[in-house]
């Protein structure tokens, strides 16, 4: 089935380690994103890729990183210098520049 | 970067009632979007909304683009309790250059 599949569901993590979280998608889509949301807010952008080996900054970039390397596959760090790291993730993908976003199920990440 | 306000922020009916909801932005959109979000998991994409008056419907669902172009309203006819989630709207600019932005959500309850 085509679809975007973020792994795992659900993740912990001590504090001070990094953490990669993993997005893959099938559909050919050329932009890929990667949002946060907390309890009781929208979802804001952390980094975004139109293209591979190619990414821009959102409006919350600082304590997390990503690569490109391959049109499909577009994971996340959570680096230890992100301040408050416990959240839920959610990937996105999007057929050609930015038109409609299609997501994944989300991680929840549980940093004690 | 830009934001969304949508409103209202939650809202609790009744089975049967129908449902409105809208979202505004001091700037102009060429598309937008509305999603639904279940709990613990990704949004999904119910309506998409390309030209200045649209109306489109998708079942018990009506969205509109409005005419200036800086907002769009939902309606959901005869609530169900499987309607319980929160509804984001989604802008995109002229520009092309620019990711979706979102709203904070509608959080809707259902009393059955």
């Known amino acids: 089935d085509g679809g975007i599949t973020q792994s795992p569901k659900y993740l912990f993590r001590k504090e001070g380690q990094n953490v990669t979280l993993s997005c893959e998608q099938n559909?050919?889509?050329?932009?890929m994103y990667w949002y946060r949301q907390d309890p009781g807010q929208g979802l804001r952008l952390i980094y975004y890729?139109?293209?591979?080996?190619?990414?821009q900054k959102g409006d919350i970039a600082e304590g997390y990183s990503v690569s490109r390397e391959k049109k499909e596959s577009f994971p996340l760090t959570v680096t230890s210098a992100q301040k408050n790291p416990t959240a839920f993730y959610l990937c996105?993908?999007?057929?050609?520049?930015?038109?409609?976003?299609?997501f994944g199920q989300g991680t929840r990440l549980t940093v004690v | 970067g830009q934001q969304l306000n949508q409103s209202p922020q939650s809202m609790f009916i009744q089975e049967g009632e129908d449902v409105s909801m809208n979202c505004t932005s001091s700037?102009?959109?060429?598309?937008w979007l509305w999603y639904k979000q279940d709990p613990g998991e990704g949004p999904v994409l119910l309506i998409a909304?390309?030209?200045?008056?649209e109306l489109t419907s998708n079942g018990r669902l009506t969205a509109q683009f409005g005419i200036t172009r800086k907002d769009s309203f939902l309606n959901i006819s005869a609530s169900i309790p499987s309607d319980v989630g929160i509804y984001f709207c989604?802008?995109?600019?002229?520009?092309?250059?620019?990711?979706?932005?979102f709203g904070k959500g509608t959080r809707l309850s259902v009393i059955a």
């Open positions: 996105a993908s999007s057929p050609g520049g930015h038109t409609e976003a299609f």
């Open positions: 559909l050919n889509h050329d932009a």
């Open positions: 890729s139109q293209i591979v080996n190619d990414f």
């Open positions: 700037s102009i959109f060429n598309t």
């Open positions: 909304l390309y030209k200045a008056g």
């Open positions: 989604a802008g995109l600019g002229n520009s092309g250059n620019t990711p979706l932005v």
